[in-house]
């Protein structure tokens, strides 16, 4: 059974702040996504990871960066958190790139930006 | 520009009838399409596909119907229970692009028991 952690379940962060999202799947997935949900948006991918030390840019990368030093282990940083980055982070795994193939989800963090 | 697009936010439907989501989409390079349940508090959750190269496809209760030339794809969940309360969102993946993941932005499904 696929299994996809988030570090916090919730989190509150003050405005300037440097954040960290940390994700760890146990499967030996090759890839790995980080998305933002917000209500009428949908999912939105931040930054994807298809290998270690890989990364590439999603739809809205802009004030995010991300570090995939282990195969398991894809993590998110807001360099200085701001208001509108106030969601909910979702973070999945999948075993290939190849369209059909299932993403597995962790259960998300909500973070909020004060 | 949303390239999925769910134009009903929420669905009301009684236990033992049709559950019948839309979905609209623009991007004619989508090579899949995909729906995912979410519980709040939970990951989103794979529930079934299609490729673009079908028009139905059919697992248990669960049946996606795929029409390219509307660009418009439905998921039927039949019978309806309870449990299937959650939000339903559609995706696109075009092999062109990554196999990226455009999610629209979700249905919330309520059954009635």
């Known amino acids: 059974d696929v299994k996809v952690t988030q570090s916090s379940r919730y989190l509150v962060k003050r405005t300037g702040e440097k954040v960290f999202l940390e994700c760890v799947q146990d499967?030996?997935?090759?890839?790995m996504f980080w998305y933002r949900q917000d209500p009428g948006l949908g999912l939105r991918l931040i930054y994807f990871?298809?290998?270690?030390?890989?990364?590439e840019k999603g739809d809205i990368p802009e004030g995010y960066s991300v570090s995939r030093e282990k195969k398991e282990r894809f993590s998110l940083i807001l360099e200085s958190a701001s208001t509108n980055q106030t969601s909910m982070y979702l973070c999945?795994?999948?075993?290939?790139?190849?369209?059909?193939?299932?993403?597995?989800f962790g259960p998300g963090t909500r973070l909020t930006v004060l | 520009d949303q390239q999925v697009k769910q134009n009903s936010p929420s669905l009301s439907v009684q236990e033992g009838r049709i559950s019948i989501l839309n979905c609209d989409y623009t991007?004619?390079?989508?090579?899949?399409f995909l729906w995912y349940k979410k519980y709040p508090a939970e990951g989103p959750t794979f529930l079934i596909s299609?490729?673009?190269?079908?028009d139905k496809n059919e697992d248990g209760r669960f049946t996606v119907f795929l029409n390219k030339s509307a660009k418009h794809l439905s998921l039927h969940i039949v019978p309806s229970q309870p449990g299937d309360s959650a939000v339903y969102f559609c995706?696109?993946?075009?092999?062109?692009?990554?196999?990226?993941?455009?999610f629209g932005p979700g249905t919330s499904l309520s059954v009635i028991p």
């Open positions: 999945a795994s999948s075993l290939g790139l190849a369209g059909n193939n299932e993403q597995f």
């Open positions: 499967m030996d997935h090759e890839n």
């Open positions: 990871s298809y290998d270690v030390k890989m990364k």
């Open positions: 991007n004619s390079m989508f090579d899949y």
């Open positions: 299609i490729s673009s190269i079908k």
């Open positions: 995706a696109g993946v075009a092999k062109t692009s990554y196999d990226k993941v455009i």
